[in-house]
């Protein structure tokens, strides 16, 4: 077994190809059943859930697709029945699943993260496995020319300018100008408000509207709400505000997985362990624009993305 284009070296590489080999011999001569991945909708967690797909297929696990099922609530349905039994999700949900989205404990990476991982154990048998390096929270962006032209690169930068006077008007949706984690985080961390005529409320949660109204200047709009990792960013020559006072629960993607499942795969933790350590905000936001713009197949990128971080067989 070796890597296509490099020799076994880092770590990481040690790592993941222990996990292969101790997963390769566990499962010879045994007739375990297939394991069940599944996912969002979104195109981030379907892409997600392919590289879990990907992983657990070198390990010669085998598996079921059950990617881009539904939304949030529907995803956690079947993955607490037990229709799931492995999925992508994001730690600053689990503030929601557990009703402590008021709680800022959420707001710390780390914490989240062992918040999340304690509070499904205990009350769902769901274990949290390795969690990636980024955080798809929402963000407001601006253009490029006028965040360069104003001087805008964080969200202190914005309530600057809102409290100054510039003509401001912020595409998002019903939920984000609603939920008290949404825009009213924001404005109540960095002293800022926008009034009714500063916003367009369009239907739905897509981004791609939002963004595409403030890359196009759509009725007079010059902000969005977006998320972090998405994909269209930079292909819309827009400029995520960085949160500095973090003012939005982490959103960190882990891996979950039921731990019926990982008692008869023991394995699967470090062999997805190295995947989502290469998954920074970097990196997903350039995987997401693949599949997002470039229409680029999600099988296809993860492979691409495996073979240029040296972990496809």
Not at 204 to 210: I, K, Y
Not at 268 to 282: C, H, M
Not at 289 to 298: F, I, N, W
């Amino acid at each position: 077994m070796m890597f296509l284009y490099d020799v076994l070296g880092t770590p990481t590489r040690r790592l993941f190809l222990a996990a292969v080999a101790s997963s390769t011999l566990a499962r010879a001569g045994t007739a375990a059943r297939p394991v069940v991945v599944g996912s969002k909708l979104d195109l981030e967690g379907g892409l997600l859930g392919e590289m879990m797909l990907l992983a657990l297929g070198q390990a010669k696990i085998a598996a079921e697709n059950r990617l881009r099922i539904g939304p949030t609530s529907i995803l956690r349905s079947a993955l607490l029945s037990g229709a799931v039994d492995l999925c992508p999700e994001y730690t600053g949900n689990a503030a929601f699943f557990f009703h402590e989205d008021g709680d800022p404990l959420w707001k710390d990476g780390a914490a989240g993260y062992a918040r999340a991982k304690k509070l499904d154990y205990e009350k769902n048998h769901l274990v949290w496995l390795a969690s990636a390096p980024a955080d798809n929270s929402w963000v407001i962006a601006v253009p490029e020319f006028l965040a360069l032209e104003q001087n805008l690169r964080t969200m202190e930068d914005f309530a600057r300018f809102v409290r100054d006077g510039n003509k401001v008007r912020l595409a998002a949706s019903a939920e984000f100008v609603e939920s008290a984690a949404g825009l009213p985080a924001f404005e109540a961390s960095y002293g800022f408000r926008l009034d009714a005529r500063q916003l367009l409320v369009l239907p739905g949660g897509e981004t791609s509207a939002t963004m595409k109204a403030a890359a196009d200047g759509i009725s007079g709009v010059n902000a969005a709400m977006a998320y972090a990792t998405d994909g269209a960013l930079k292909a819309l020559a827009l400029h995520a505000l960085e949160d500095t006072r973090h003012a939005e629960p982490v959103y960190a993607p882990a891996p979950v997985i039921r731990e019926a499942i990982l008692a008869s795969y023991p394995e699967i933790g470090g062999i997805l362990k190295p995947v989502f350590a290469k998954l920074d905000l970097a990196s997903l936001r350039d995987l997401n624009e693949k599949v997002a713009v470039e229409g680029e197949d999600p099988g296809a990128v993860a492979r691409e993305f495996f073979r240029a971080q040296g972990l496809l067989q």
